[in-house]
Nanobody, 119 residues
């Protein structure tokens, strides 16, 4: 059993910043990629940013230059630093991790944390 717990969402004004955190716990042998997705009302879930075990990163075009993903492998934690936030960044943000448990790789999701960008 693996659990992802997110924190750091909230209400922020346009141009502001937030930092999301997600920690994985449970029967973890290793973690491959970790990432953040978001889902705005009436829209499909989309990739925001992803980071591999070797710290290679990938970002959605809409957040490049504003968001930074990082991870602390010792803590099984991934972070998303969000700067210059825009109203269109408003969404529920979900943490994702591909986790090896013994010989199997499984995909896990957090419960989501809401980010609202509004004046």
């Amino acid at each position: 059993q693996v659990e992802l717990v997110e924190s750091g969402g909230g209400l922020v004004q346009p141009g502001g910043s937030l930092r999301l955190s997600c920690t994985a716990s449970g029967s973890i042998s290793s973690i491959n990629s970790m990432g953040w997705y978001r889902q705005a009302p009436g829209k499909q879930r989309e990739l925001v940013a992803m980071i591999t075990s070797s710290s290679s990163t990938n970002y959605a075009d809409s957040v490049k230059g504003r968001f930074t993903i990082s991870r602390d492998n010792a803590k099984n934690t991934v972070y998303l630093q969000m700067n210059s936030l825009k109203p269109e960044d408003t969404a529920v943000y979900y943490c994702n991790a591909v986790v090896r448990v013994l010989i199997n790789y499984n995909n896990y999701w957090g419960q989501g944390t809401r980010v609202t960008v509004s004046s």
